[in-house]
DNA sequence: ATGAAAGCGCTAACAG
DNA sequence: CTGTTAGCGCTTTCAT
């Protein structure tokens, strides 16, 4: 038998129009029940495929958005991957990924060629400094959904989902204080990162109030190299005097490193030094001493992110293709204690 | 200005048929040096989006691949996909994923819903059991590749792309006795998948080559809660008497959990018990002490799956819907001797 | 070198 | 409840 590829012959086969089936298929109008039952034979026996694209084409979309990461180098970014997807599964949409860090420009790039694929909209974790190009799509009325990266200055005019840094900063300072730590080093993070700014400010905070000022020597800032590059930071400032008896991570992947580095200078974790990070990855419980952290809710994040994208995309559509005002959404955080500190 | 949506406006702009666009925007047709300047400059101002649905709905195919993992809980995964996205970018595809393990039968309704959607192919690196709907795939005439889950009865049947675990594990194995470890015990991966079948008979024959019979007792199985329940395991078996002096975990997100176990017990790596594991995934290298492993290509191999698939696609194009005889390459890998043995 | 026309497979008025 | 008709935006003969 010839692989059977359309809706028309289908309705040949049942001796109806084109239409019928449609109606048949995708259940939006009444189809007189003997009819109905005739045509679900005929596809079934038939194995016939309805073609998604034909009806994106009339529709002007396809049920698909596009999720983008700067790299698995954090693995922070799995797991917001799979919250997205579980949601967008469920609400009969595709997720597209695409990861940008590798190219510069790759985000722009990116958008260009999912727009011309009729996407939906965009969830985007990798925004890094230059963010017009994000204006750009949603004033072009794209949906959009930054997650974790973005700036101060977006909120009310992005939709966002992320913890509120400046806090995660500050309580985990305040517990190395509370702990009885004196001096509190801070590995910290792409400065053109805002969610890394605020980490910073909430450790400054958080120590002034405790009434220590924060030292200049102990605030090491990310290595051109990356995270990788605080390997040899912690070399050699743990050898220097008035080294650090702590130090804060703002990620957990940084602590990865320091642990690294400080169990290669035979350095005991937590006895000589404590060390705290951010995120909770699944393996931070796994490292050794099991890593203290700030745990962020990543998979309900990326849950979020896809929550609110959906419901602009619904907005959208209800209203003559104007998006509703930007939703700016702040998740809990935990913080875990291990053996770390 | 109103938004320019199809090549007809671009047409009736330049004053030229809206055929004469299209060819213009393919480039695979002549067309008038002048008239050509004319369209891409009208198509520059107007900022016009040809739509791919359409011309997918016209050809057939959505330039689109589908990656399908079972889930981020081994941290390969995010590597292949990584190669698999570089390869499938560099000639125009986008690749939607699917986390898959989480229901039953994931991959088969991931298959339909594909399907709908014109994708070109599929990547599957979550085979498990069967893989019925696998061939039922092929038999359809769709391009599938396998990413190191798949039985020994699939080779010549199926592509496929993996390193050789048999050897894997003998490897693996024969480094820990040259090393002079006497009891090596082994944690079997699910016996479902025959990568770990044969990473275990690669174990077996390692230990017989080198005169030593192995015991039951040191065999240690999948627990029903999945790696996790290793950490158990290895607590228990530690007390006993007859302790292991090795552990060769079958992957490494295995080998992370016996450490935490050993660690717990304080039990000294490598002094009291080496630790080996395969994969080489990224943080291997960060663990306390470093992991020795057996490195799998990770990127590589979801390049060369890309690249498999892609020759499926175009061989398919060319032979009128018949797909190329099943490619199976087997990767080559490295021992990398770090701090754990 | 370019235009006219047909059609990919589906949906959505509009009739009846 | 169902059929007819007219496209969605693009590509592709077939003419010219």
Redesign the interface.
Known sequence: MEQITSIKEIAQICGVSASTVSRVLNGKSYVREGTRKRVLEAVKQSGF??????R??KQGN?Q?ICLMVP???N?I???I??GV??VA?EHGY??????TE?HPGAEEATY???????ISGFIICSAIGDESAIYRMREEGVPVVLVNRFKKEDIGHLDTVSVDNYRAGYVSTQYLVRSGRQRIAIACGDPSLDLYNERYRGYCDALRDAGIEPDPALILQEPAEGQDGYYNIIKRIMLEPGAPDAIFATSDPKA??I??AL?DLKICIPRDVAVIGIDNV??S??????LTTVAQPLTRMGEEAMRILLRQIEYKREHDGELPPPENRILPFDLLVRQST
Do not use: K, W
């Not at 495929?49 to 034909?54: E, G, H, I, Q």
């Not at 595709?94 to 990861?99: C, D, G, K, M, P």
């Not at 260009?112 to 009729?118: G, V």
């Open positions: 495929r309805p073609n998604l694209l034909a994106s084409l396809l698909t790299s698995y180098g693995l970014f799995p797991e991957m799979r997807n579980t599964r595709t997720t597209v990924f695409s990861i590798e260009n060629e999912m727009r011309n694929r009729q990865f490193v642990m690294r169990h699944e393996l419980a796994y490292m050794e001493p099991p």
